[in-house]
């Protein structure tokens, strides 16, 4: 934590280049530890993989919990956090499932598209007023979800529903989210992992295969890395505008193409790659204008 307090002492101009940074380690981090993730469903069960990947994190996180444990004894709305934690763990659960089936690529842009979701059911569900603007850019970002879905009796599978329910479960997470804007970090980040490690625990038995010493090396990697990648996500929106750095967690579709090309040799096709630009084009017209009314900007978080 020193180093991040030496950056935040920075000048303005260096505090952003920072900021844009850390946003840049986050999203290389996630997208590490979406494929180690993909790569363990490979041999053991998603159940296995969210209990052995929480029990890493929450280790990691122990010390950061004791020195913070008064923060967990105030804790608002109890009932929309247990919520939260609910819709948290299912959508882990449903995007680490859709990888045991479909290429990162394709899962990472269905998730790509939970900011449109989230705009949209802004104004039906908190009754924010979404203008025509953001409508329209709405029904842009679904039509690149159906150019990358390719629905067609034939194409429309169970693993993309199961992806595109997870994008939905992410969605009302952030909702959820930002009307809990009170509750500290560390509160948010270890009932998250609180969830998976519960579901995990329950359905870990199921199928349980023994790993390796290198496996649990594997597992513990990947909590690492989420803890990691989330205390930079956090620092960087704390050093810069997350109109600065927000877009960039857009590059995450490219590691995961990179990632799913040197590792598993898949090479996404016309329309995923179409459907991906489309989508990312309307979140960020989406993001800049609620930045431009002023609004709370919507942070795009992969799973934790």
């Known amino acids: 934590m020193s180093l991040f307090a030496k950056i ?95 290429p990162l690529a394709d899962v990472i842009t269905y998730y790509l598209a939970a900011p449109i979701f989230v705009t949209a059911l802004s104004g039906i569900v908190l009754g924010e007023r979404v203008g025509w603007r953001r409508w329209s850019a709405i029904l842009v970002g679904f039509c690149g979800v159906l150019i990358a879905l390719r629905p067609t009796t034939q194409s429309v599978s169970w693993p993309a529903m199961i992806a595109l329910g997870g994008s939905l479960s992410f969605a009302f997470l952030m909702l959820i989210t930002r009307s809990l804007r009170a509750t500290p970090d560390i509160v948010l ?60 967690q857009y590059s995450m579709i490219v590691w995961a193409v990179i990632f799913g090309f040197v590792v598993w040799g898949d090479v996404p096709s016309i329309s995923t790659l179409v459907g991906a630009a489309i989508i990312i084009g309307a979140g960020l017209y989406i993001f800049l204008r609620e930045h431009q009314l002023g609004r709370e900007e919507t942070v795009v978080s992969p799973p934790a």
Not at 19 to 28: A, D, R, T
Not at 195 to 202: D, N, Q, R, Y
Not at 229 to 238: Q, T, V
């Open 8 to 102: 935040s002492s920075y000048d303005e101009r260096s505090a952003r280049l920072a900021g844009i940074g850390l946003m840049l380690l986050s999203i290389f981090m996630f997208s590490f530890g979406d494929a180690l993730g993909k790569f363990l469903v490979a041999t053991y069960s998603v159940g296995q993989l969210m209990w052995l990947r929480a029990c890493a994190a929450l280790l990691l996180l122990l010390p950061l919990i004791w020195r913070q444990r008064a923060e967990f004894s105030r804790i608002e709305r109890p009932w929309l956090q247990m919520l939260r934690v609910l819709l948290s763990t299912l959508e882990v659960a449903a995007f680490f499932l859709a990888t045991v089936y479909l």
């Open 189 to 248: 980040t270890t009932t998250q992992f609180g969830g998976t490690f519960l579901l995990g625990a329950l359905l870990s038995p199921i199928g349980w295969v023994t790993p390796t010493i290198g496996s649990l090396a594997l597992f513990a990697a990947a909590g690492a890395v989420s803890v990691a990648a989330l205390f930079c996500i956090n620092r960087s929106l704390k050093l810069a505008p997350a109109s600065v750095v927000v877009p960039y």
